[in-house]
């Protein structure tokens, strides 16, 4: 959804640059037609089993955001109490909302059970006790789904894969026969389904088939002992082209899972974040000044890493692109942000032209993981968030003002 047209770069019908002249920066930009056709992509690869396409909300969780995902009949994947109320008071039906999360507390699946949630994605046999006696309370047998650890390697930045042998996440799968006995004989457990979630950003779909493959084996094994299954979930992960990754299509995804479960008749889960909204947001930035030191070029701009902060905690790449005319010289340099650490950079090393002071850049891909990761380091308000529709413009959420810094403190 973005494109030049006369040297001027373009997000549906509106210029970039009009944007930050009319909303200042930093200024998060999302494309609502991007988004819709995002998730109408993913939904359709799945279209010839029951599925349910739960939104992880965690990569972006706007409002705004959400609602046009429920508009679509999209559910939702959340990790937090918090996450629950956002999902719910954004229009998701409950009956579509999945829970996972190693560390739920009593009160947030109290919020959960009340709430008539799909499904719990169970991470630890405390967890399970817990749900249990409080389901007694409602007097719920609450349909849970263990998330298994594969121990599958997803291949993808140590601090996002998820999957492996002495991971916190999930239940490693040697173990996972013993559980769902025990589960199965719990008063207030409904041993519904069977999750995994291997990691983020996976530009192959190999290690979804190597989980698929052992989530298989597992429910062999269950059928054996009596155990049927309604619900798969493979969770989310599927990766998005930021540089030159060569990235998959849910198509593929489906092909490598699908193919597993032939004899399964159930509903398929599948928890997409990042492939939902992350191509569907831009970063724009501004160049406050131009430095040279030590022979290095900078551009000093006025978003940082509490705006931005996968390029310094995931040494994540996001494209920087002039929003003007881009046919300049090109030279070396750093774009950097105004907070006082070393690691506050947008991108390091890049062949860009040493832009005016005033001009726009925008920084792609920054519609996961960004404003949702955002924070007020060095006292910086958190920036608008715009959503762009044809030629119309939405604000979705304000910039946040020097008042908003000090409101809950005393
Ligand atoms: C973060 C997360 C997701 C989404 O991952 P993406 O890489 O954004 O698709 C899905 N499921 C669970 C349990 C998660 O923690």
Do not use: W
Not at 387 to 392: A, I, K, T
Request: proline letters at 3%; hydrophobic letters at 40%; charged letters at 20%.
């Amino acid at each position: 959804m973005l494109y030049f047209i006369k040297n001027q770069l373009y997000v549906e019908k509106v210029s970039l640059g009009s944007l930050g002249r009319r909303f200042g920066t930093p200024l998060f930009i999302y494309s609502k037609q991007q988004l819709i056709n995002n998730y109408i992509n993913f939904d359709s690869a799945f279209s010839s089993v029951p599925h349910l396409i739960c939104y992880a909300i965690k990569a972006n969780s706007n409002f705004s955001i959400l609602k046009t995902l429920a508009k679509q009949g999209a559910g939702i994947d959340i990790t937090s109490g918090g996450e629950l109320y956002r999902a719910l008071r954004s229009g998701f039906s409950p009956k579509k909302i999945v829970y996972a999360g190693i560390g739920k507390t009593s009160e947030e699946i109290e919020y959960a059970l009340k709430s008539n949630i799909l499904m719990f994605n169970v991470e630890s046999i405390e967890e399970l006790h817990l749900i249990n006696r409080l389901g007694n309370r409602y007097r719920r047998k609450m349909p849970i789904a263990f998330r298994i650890n594969p121990h599958v390697d997803a291949h993808t930045h140590k601090y996002i894969t998820t999957g492996k042998s002495g991971s916190k996440f999930g239940i490693p799968y040697p173990e996972a026969l013993d559980v769902y006995r025990f589960a199965s004989r719990l008063k207030n457990i409904d041993v519904a389904g069977i999750h995994c979630h291997i990691g983020s950003q996976l530009t192959s779909v190999k290690p979804f088939h190597l989980s698929a493959l052992r989530l298989a084996k597992i429910m062999g094994s269950l059928s054996k002992n009596g155990i049927r299954l309604r619900y798969v979930d493979m969770g989310g992960g599927l990766g998005i082209k930021y540089h030159n990754e060569k990235t998959q299509t849910p198509k593929d995804l489906s092909n490598a899972v699908l193919s597993v479960f032939k004899d399964f008749s159930g509903t398929f889960i599948f928890e997409p974040g990042r492939y939902i909204v992350g191509n569907t947001g831009v970063l724009l930035v501004k160049v406050i000044y131009r430095k040279k030191a030590d022979g290095k070029n900078f551009l000093i701009v006025d978003g940082g890493m509490n705006d931005l902060i996968r390029p310094t905690l995931y040494e994540a790449y996001h494209e920087i692109i002039p929003v003007g005319n881009h046919n300049r010289k090109k030279v070396k340099l750093d774009v950097v942000g105004p907070i006082c650490e070393t690691g506050d950079f947008l991108g390091k090393g890049r062949l860009l032209p040493l832009a005016e002071q005033g001009e726009y850049l925008a920084v792609m891909g920054a519609g996961a993981y960004s404003m949702a990761m955002s924070s007020q380091y060095n006292s910086r308000v958190r920036a608008a968030e715009v959503m762009v529709d044809g030629s119309n413009v939405r604000v979705i959420r304000e910039r946040e003002k020097y008042q908003d810094l000090t409101a809950k403190e005393k």
